[in-house]
């Protein structure tokens, strides 16, 4: 059974993104007070959540850089 506006509804659902989108790798984590000071921006490349893992690879010194680096 279905809501009563779904077969009214106009709007679809498309969903582009899938477990294949995205590297299976992340960092490990790392606390906040742990993270590189060197710049306001520095933390986002230490993410460690794979989702991220496209934005990482923009920080040269971050891990997924590295991972990346090393794998591909």
């Not at 294949?20 to 992340?26: L, Q, Y």
């Not at 690879?57 to 794998?71: D, E, K, V």
């Amino acid at each position: 059974m279905v809501a009563s506006w779904w077969s009214r509804a106009r709007l679809g659902i498309f969903v582009h993104w899938t477990p294949a989108s995205v590297p299976g790798w992340a960092p490990p984590y790392v606390p906040p007070s742990e993270l590189p000071t060197a710049g306001r921006r520095a933390p986002l490349g230490w993410t460690s959540y794979a989702e991220w893992y496209e934005n990482s690879l923009r920080f040269p010194g971050s891990p997924a850089a590295a991972h990346h680096r090393a794998t591909y």
